[in-house]
């Protein structure tokens, strides 16, 4: 689907906010759900680049924050207003919403990892399963400017609670240290996206506290859709000792204790 | 009128020739959203085996310049759950539907061809002949020509109704003598190329970008090869080909069927852009009331040299 650009900002150096009029994408997104977007119309990169559906409105605009990790999102920070890129989606199966959110929810973000948590928090709160202050955002980051949209999180009344490994926001370390003594004092359904390492540790400390936990995986991906088996995941299987799923359908969103890291 | 896109490959009768190519469309039913279906002249759908295969561990597609690595490892549902759940779906279309199917050893393939010979909704098989042989210390049967005519004759021994197409590795050094083995073997059609082996290394770790370590090159880098190989193989034999590798557009298209292709497919393509075959089909027809010819059959092997 050929989409116009609106805006294409950036918010530090290394990070951007990519807003496209997209009235289909946005009529049907979910939380967690993702978008392949072509960078270009030439051959190298020749493959679509997948990123999470960040905000969407009822007039049809969507917006993908996104970080420049090579020559793709490179090239993307270089459209400006009124070009128009190509966007298959929405793509993928998103967060599931527990029906009844008696206990507090954990959002658990690693630096561009909250993409996809601000729709699941506007989600919860719209659909009433929460009230604003019943969820907490932990993000964590390298340094102060991989720390993104906290604004966005503070307007919608989310307690925010924010980490750096270097210190320069927040608490010194990783978001795990925040994570750690939350679940030791209540253990609360998590909600976590951001690098395979960082979910994975979120993962074995959800584990130990017995709370569930969603996580929103990446893999390299070709087609987005199912049709490659590129793009898979080892996940616990009933009759055998594993199983491959692929990230693009099956997930993003995995239950955390199905995956096999 | 019109221009006349029906071609006939060995029987297999297409609306038009524009194909799927295998791995690269799922089993159709993954598209279905993005395009109709009903317009593709036919699907190959991902190669099948006797039983469900689990492939290779992740990382298992890596991007190149102008192309891309796969070592996806032959990931498939096996023959039954084929039949009960993936087959119904595609045969709601009116497309032909061929059958790629691949194996260990020449008795597999020889079991999952004569099962699949009684099944109506299908129109054709594809031999997958780029796995490796493990009774032949896993040299793959399409590099050598005595593995694949004995492949080959297995296979069409088998064979009471369905069209055999030879799908053609291009990892070998002369393609123009397996195309002949496989002609005098019994193969009713040939497609060529599947992809290119190769490698890529991420040079801060010095490990390789596929966990596989190689994997198959497919995409635009490859499709000055494939229509070399494609002339050279339809200066050979008699039977009918279909092209593929690398296509991106109706031009990339007409190089196959100007090559000697009597058919295509698109693979790579449809990952970037899931109408491109739709949009090759409308390139081709305004190709064909451009240069004033009727049928696109006889735009086949018209190379002017
Ligand atoms: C479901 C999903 C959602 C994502 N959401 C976001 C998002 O909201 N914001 C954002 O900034 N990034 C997101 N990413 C990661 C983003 O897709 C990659 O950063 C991007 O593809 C890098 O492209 P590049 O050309 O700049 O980098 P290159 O390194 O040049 O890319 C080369 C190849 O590697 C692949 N690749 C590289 N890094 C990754 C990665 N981390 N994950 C998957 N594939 C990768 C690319 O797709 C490409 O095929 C998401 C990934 C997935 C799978
Ligand atoms: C992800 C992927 C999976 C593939 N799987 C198969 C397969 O199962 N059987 C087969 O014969 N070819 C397979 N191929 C090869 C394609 O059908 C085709 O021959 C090759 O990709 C070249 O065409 P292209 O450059 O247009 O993609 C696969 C290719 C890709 C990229
Ligand atoms: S990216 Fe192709 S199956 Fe997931």
Same mark, same amino acid.
């Given at each position: 689907?050929?989409?116009?650009?609106?805006?294409?900002?950036?918010?530090?150096?290394?990070?951007?906010?990519?807003?496209?009029?997209?009235?289909?994408?946005?009529?049907?997104?979910?939380?967690?759900?993702?978008?392949?977007?072509?960078?270009?119309?030439?051959?190298?990169?020749?493959?679509?680049?997948?990123?999470?559906?960040?905000?969407?409105?009822?007039?049809?605009?969507?917006?993908?924050?996104?970080?420049?990790?090579?020559?793709?999102?490179?090239?993307?920070?270089?459209?400006?207003?009124?070009?128009?890129?190509?966007?298959?989606?929405?793509?993928?199966?998103?967060?599931?919403?527990?029906?009844?959110?008696?206990?507090?929810?954990?959002?658990?973000?690693?630096?561009?990892?909250?993409?996809?948590?601000?729709?699941?928090?506007?989600?919860?709160?719209?659909?009433?399963?929460?009230?604003?202050?019943?969820?907490?955002?932990?993000?964590?980051?390298?340094?102060?400017?991989?720390?993104?949209?906290?604004?966005?999180?503070?307007?919608?009344?989310?307690?925010?609670?924010?980490?750096?490994?270097?210190?320069?926001?927040?608490?010194?370390?990783?978001?795990?240290?925040?994570?750690?003594?939350?679940?030791?004092?209540?253990?609360?359904?998590?909600?976590?996206?951001?690098?395979?390492?960082?979910?994975?540790?979120?993962?074995?400390?959800?584990?130990?506290?017995?709370?569930?936990?969603?996580?929103?995986?990446?893999?390299?991906?070709?087609?987005?859709?199912?049709?490659?088996?590129?793009?898979?995941?080892?996940?616990?299987?009933?009759?055998?000792?594993?199983?491959?799923?692929?990230?693009?359908?099956?997930?993003?969103?995995?239950?955390?204790?199905?995956?096999?890291? | 009128?019109?221009?006349?896109?029906?071609?006939?490959?060995?029987?297999?009768?297409?609306?038009?020739?524009?194909?799927?190519?295998?791995?690269?469309?799922?089993?159709?039913?993954?598209?279905?959203?993005?395009?109709?279906?009903?317009?593709?002249?036919?699907?190959?759908?991902?190669?099948?085996?006797?039983?469900?295969?689990?492939?290779?561990?992740?990382?298992?597609?890596?991007?190149?310049?102008?192309?891309?690595?796969?070592?996806?490892?032959?990931?498939?549902?096996?023959?039954?759950?084929?039949?009960?759940?993936?087959?119904?779906?595609?045969?709601?279309?009116?497309?032909?539907?061929?059958?790629?199917?691949?194996?260990?050893?020449?008795?597999?393939?020889?079991?999952?061809?004569?099962?699949?010979?009684?099944?109506?909704?299908?129109?054709?098989?594809?031999?997958?002949?780029?796995?490796?042989?493990?009774?032949?210390?896993?040299?793959?049967?399409?590099?050598?020509? $005595?593995?694949?005519?004995?492949?080959?004759? =297995?296979?069409? &021994?088998?064979?009471?109704? @369905?069209? %055999? /197409?030879?799908? #053609?590795?291009?990892?070998?050094? $002369?393609?123009?003598?397996?195309?002949?083995? =496989?002609?005098? &073997?019994?193969?009713?059609? @040939?497609? %060529? /190329?599947?992809? #290119?082996?190769?490698?890529?290394? $991420?040079?801060?770790?010095?490990?390789?970008?596929?966990?596989?370590?190689?994997?198959?090159?497919?995409?635009?880098?490859?499709?000055?090869?494939?229509?070399?190989?494609?002339?050279?193989?339809?200066?050979?034999?008699?039977?009918?080909?279909?092209?593929?590798?690398?296509?991106?557009?109706?031009?990339?298209?007409?190089?196959?069927?100007?090559?000697?292709?009597?058919?295509?497919?698109?693979?790579?393509?449809?990952?970037?852009?899931?109408?491109?075959?739709?949009?090759?089909?409308?390139?081709?027809?305004?190709?064909?009331?451009?240069?004033?010819?009727?049928?696109?059959?006889?735009?086949?092997?018209?190379?002017?040299?």
């Amino acid at each position: 689907m050929k989409c116009r650009v609106i805006t294409n900002k950036q918010l530090n150096p290394r990070y951007y906010k990519l807003t496209v009029l997209a009235k289909e994408i946005a009529d049907q997104a979910q939380p967690g759900q993702f978008v392949m977007l072509q960078v270009n119309s030439g051959f190298d990169p020749l493959l679509r680049r997948p990123f999470a559906i960040h905000r969407w409105w009822d007039g049809g605009e969507i917006e993908i924050l996104y970080q420049i990790a090579g020559k793709g999102t490179r090239l993307l920070s270089q459209l400006c207003a009124g070009a128009v890129v190509d966007i298959l989606g929405p793509l993928g199966k998103g967060f599931s919403l527990p029906l009844t959110g008696v206990r507090p929810f954990l959002l658990v973000a690693g630096s561009i990892g909250v993409a996809p948590l601000l729709p699941l928090a506007q989600d919860l709160i719209s659909k009433q399963v929460l009230t604003p202050n019943q969820i907490t955002l932990l993000a964590g980051g390298k340094s102060q400017a991989d720390i993104l949209a906290v604004q966005e999180f503070g307007d919608l009344g989310v307690r925010v609670k924010i980490c750096t490994e270097d210190g320069s926001f927040g608490q010194k370390g990783l978001v795990t240290d925040l994570l750690a003594p939350l679940l030791q004092t209540a253990p609360s359904p998590v909600f976590a996206c951001g690098p395979t390492g960082m979910l994975k540790a979120v993962a074995e400390l959800c584990r130990q506290y017995q709370t569930p936990c969603q996580v929103s995986l990446e893999a390299a991906m070709a087609c987005g859709v199912g049709a490659c088996q590129g793009c898979v995941v080892k996940t616990q299987a009933e009759h055998a000792d594993f199983k491959f799923q692929r990230v693009c359908c099956e997930g993003p969103v995995f239950e955390a204790e199905k995956v096999i890291w | 009128m019109p221009p006349q896109l029906n071609v006939n490959i060995a029987g297999i009768k297409l609306k038009n020739p524009v194909l799927a190519a295998s791995g690269t469309f799922g089993y159709g039913e993954e598209y279905s959203r993005w395009l109709d279906l009903n317009q593709l002249g036919g699907i190959v759908v991902k190669g099948l085996s006797l039983n469900p295969h689990q492939g290779n561990p992740p990382p298992r597609i890596v991007e190149t310049p102008a192309g891309m690595l796969n070592a996806i490892g032959l990931e498939n549902v096996g023959l039954k759950v084929f039949l009960e759940e993936k087959l119904p779906f595609l045969t709601r279309f009116d497309t032909a539907v061929i059958i790629n199917i691949w194996g260990k050893e020449v008795a597999d393939y020889v079991t999952i061809a004569k099962e699949l010979d009684s099944v109506r909704e299908i129109a054709g098989l594809e031999l997958n002949v780029s796995c490796p042989n493990i009774k032949k210390g896993g040299i793959s049967f399409g590099t050598n020509p $005595d593995l694949l005519m004995e492949l080959v004759q =297995a296979v069409r &021994s088998q064979l009471t109704r @369905l069209p %055999l /197409i030879v799908k #053609l590795s291009p990892n070998v050094t $002369d393609i123009v003598a397996i195309a002949i083995a =496989a002609e005098k &073997s019994g193969a009713d059609a @040939l497609s %060529l /190329i599947n992809t #290119l082996i190769g490698m890529a290394i $991420d040079v801060k770790t010095r490990r390789p970008r596929l966990a596989n370590i190689t994997g198959g090159l497919s995409g635009p880098a490859i499709h000055p090869i494939a229509v070399r190989m494609v002339w050279q193989v339809a200066q050979a034999v008699k039977l009918p080909i279909i092209g593929l590798g690398g296509i991106m557009n109706s031009s990339d298209a007409l190089e196959f069927i100007i090559a000697g292709a009597r058919a295509v497919a698109v693979g790579t393509a449809n990952f970037i852009t899931p109408q491109t075959s739709i949009e090759i089909l409308n390139g081709l027809r305004q190709y064909l009331v451009e240069q004033k010819i009727e049928d696109v059959n006889e735009l086949v092997g018209s190379l002017a040299v």
